[in-house]
């Protein structure tokens, strides 16, 4: 039968991509973790790994144990969490957030109950917040997009509007707000696709038969933010999220149909977890939204 140690074995080597960064990982050697990985695929007499001369892969035996150790070793985690955790004070709490305009206000609101909260962010797109969230990376997302299926808790959080933004230079930069239909054959600037806003604001083009000139696609946010500034088009932003830069101008779709609504998302297994629960309480506050509720199951 498999033990911990043999599971905590491929577990690290899965994840790390090759023994010898797991090694160094676990403080052991090389020799002894191969050793270990080798009497689990024994034991099993199931292949779990295709080895190259530098590097291993998960066969399909070896990904479906991998979401089972991830499962495993995350639950492990969070029962050492709970038993250390101060309520009053500490913690510790990992973020995926498609954006920082929601997050701050929680994360600030969460540290002022727990003084010595430690956390981190992961600044993802919509999709990619999901992604983290189910492969035990996060404890907890912000997303514009609503998981469908029942893995999930989520709250709503906030609706934002969907705009563009220009550079200064532009003639539109003394108008106060634009239609869709106004964009027709001009150039843009556009995140990659996974990103929720994207897709909102494509969906109002739709709506109205509203085609784009060129389109440059950029994966980050403030790379958008650089190419717009820089002239090569106008970029697509939720109202929420535009903030301030003296370079740009904002203007909202007055007659876009579609707006972006933003959610805080767990696993539905996850939700009682103190610092997830209280997560969830701070976000409920902080945007004056209902508690949250369980996603429906995927039709």
């Known amino acids: 039968m498999a033990s911990v140690t043999h599971l905590r074995a ?7 991509g090759g023994y010898s960064q797991a090694a160094r990982e676990m ?19 199931v292949v779990l790994f295709e080895r190259g001369p530098r590097d291993v892969t998960l066969t399909a035996d070896g990904e479906a144990l991998y979401e089972v150790t991830s499962r495993l070793f995350s639950a492990l985690t969070e029962a050492g969490r709970m038993l250390k955790s101060r309520k ?72 934002m509007k969907v705009g563009v933004f220009l550079p200064k230079s532009h003639p539109w930069v003394q108008r106060q707000s634009v239609s869709v239909t106004e964009l027709q054959g001009l150039p843009f600037v556009l995140r990659e696709r996974g990103s929720r806003t994207r897709e909102v604001f494509e969906q109002n083009l739709a709506a109205y038969g509203v085609t784009l000139g060129d389109v440059i696609e950029v994966s980050t946010r403030d790379g958008v933010r650089e190419t717009v500034a820089a002239g090569f088009g106008m970029g697509a932003i939720a109202d929420l999220e535009f903030g301030f830069d003296t370079r740009l101008h904002f203007l909202p779709l007055h007659d876009a149909r579609i707006a972006i609504n933003e959610y805080v998302v767990c696993l539905e297994e996850r939700r009682r977890m103190p610092m997830i629960a209280e997560f969830f309480r701070c976000a409920a506050d902080a945007f004056q939204q209902p508690a949250g509720r369980s996603s429906p199951e995927a039709a």
């Open 88 to 159: 009053a004070e500490g913690g510790r709490l990992r973020l995926a957030s498609d954006g920082t305009v929601h997050s701050l206000p929680i994360l600030g609101a969460l540290r002022r109950r727990r003084p010595k909260l430690v956390f981190s962010i992961q600044l993802h797109n919509s999709d990619s917040v999901i992604e983290q969230i189910t492969q035990y990376r996060a404890d907890v997302g912000i997303t514009a997009q609503m998981p469908t299926d029942n893995r999930f808790h989520i709250q709503p959080l906030t609706t």
């Open 27 to 45: 403080a052991v050697s090389q020799s002894t973790l191969s050793g270990q990985v080798r009497q689990l695929e024994a034991i099993s007499g």
């Open 10 to 16: 491929f577990h690290f080597v899965a994840t790390s």
